[in-house]
């Protein structure tokens, strides 16, 4: 009676799970061990690729997050008086107090922030006399966050391996609705963008420290 080995192949430069290039059949059970053995190579490799995918994760958000807080900071803010009236936003008490986060709850977070921000940024705001080309860069960083992280959020989405993510996104999606009822409350004015981009520079020092979640 045969048994079928697995060929190995090589782990890729960018830190993605080991690939399996083939399964060859052996004419002997007496190769099982050596079967055995390549499984729990495979095993152990695909293990440490994914957690070098979280360190390496964890080294992109926080390089972007950098270059979006760096870009928000160039967009001329409108007088101080706007900021007197600022909008009751009510801030998920996650992004109040420090909370515990485990690194897959930290990657739903992370990607549904992102999101929102993104379809802020893409709304009118034309009053602001803001820079056409630092929102653009802005939306370019963005979406090359959610791109590193969008392989792995679908996993964890797959196997619901998560605890307190979803209802931390229900909160920010409260969240973000207020903040795009008060930009058309307010007809997008520049007043109104103020604020908003005082909210942003907030949600990106969050951001910065939800990454610090993603760890082997």
Same mark, same amino acid.
């Not at 485990?102 to 990657?107: C, G, H």
């Not at 929102?135 to 959020?153: A, S, Y």
């Not at 931390?168 to 997008?188: C, E, G, M, P, R």
């Given at each position: 009676?045969?048994?079928?080995?697995?060929?190995?192949?090589?782990?890729?430069?960018?830190?993605?799970?080991?690939?399996?290039?083939?399964?060859?059949?052996?004419?002997?059970?007496?190769?099982?061990?050596?079967?055995?053995?390549?499984?729990?190579?495979?095993?152990?490799?695909?293990?440490?690729?994914?957690?070098?995918?979280?360190?390496?994760?964890?080294?992109?958000?926080?390089?972007?997050?950098?270059?979006?807080?760096?870009?928000?900071?160039?967009?001329?803010?409108?007088?101080?008086?706007?900021?007197?009236?600022?909008?009751?936003?009510?801030?998920?008490?996650?992004?109040?107090?420090?909370?515990?986060?485990?690194?897959?709850?930290?990657?739903?977070?992370?990607?549904?922030?992102?999101?929102?921000?993104?379809?802020? *940024?893409?709304? @009118?705001?034309? %009053?602001?006399? +803001?820079?056409?080309?630092?929102? $653009?860069? =802005?939306?370019?960083?963005?979406?090359?966050?959610?791109?590193?992280?969008?392989?792995?959020?679908?996993?964890?989405?797959?196997?619901?391996?998560?605890?307190?993510?979803?209802?931390?996104?229900?909160?920010?999606?409260?969240?973000?609705?207020?903040?795009?009822?008060?930009? *058309?409350?307010? @007809?997008?004015? %520049?007043?109104? +963008?103020?604020?908003?981009?005082? $909210?942003? =520079?907030?949600?990106?020092?969050?951001?910065?420290?939800?990454?610090?979640?993603?760890?082997?």
């Amino acid at each position: 009676m045969g048994c079928s080995c697995l060929f190995l192949g090589h782990r890729p430069s960018d830190g993605s799970v080991l690939r399996v290039t083939g399964v060859q059949s052996v004419g002997s059970c007496g190769w099982t061990y050596q079967c055995l053995l390549q499984i729990v190579l495979l095993l152990c490799f695909s293990t440490t690729a994914l957690s070098m995918n979280y360190s390496l994760l964890r080294f992109q958000q926080r390089r972007s997050d950098t270059v979006c807080q760096k870009l928000l900071r160039q967009l001329p803010s409108t007088p101080q008086h706007c900021l007197e009236v600022r909008m009751d936003s009510q801030v998920p008490e996650e992004m109040r107090q420090a909370q515990q986060f485990r690194k897959e709850d930290a990657v739903l977070v992370i990607y549904e922030m992102l999101q929102q921000i993104f379809g802020i *940024l893409t709304r @009118d705001f034309s %009053s602001t006399g +803001w820079s056409e080309t630092v929102i $653009e860069d =802005l939306l370019v960083e963005l979406q090359g966050q959610m791109d590193h992280l969008e392989p792995i959020q679908k996993e964890v989405m797959q196997k619901k391996n998560f605890t307190t993510g979803d209802m931390t996104i229900l909160h920010l999606k409260k969240y973000y609705f207020n903040l795009v009822q008060y930009l *058309l409350s307010k @007809d997008y004015n %520049s007043c109104a +963008w103020t604020v908003v981009r005082v $909210e942003m =520079l907030s949600n990106f020092a969050f951001l910065r420290s939800l990454t610090g979640y993603l760890r082997d």
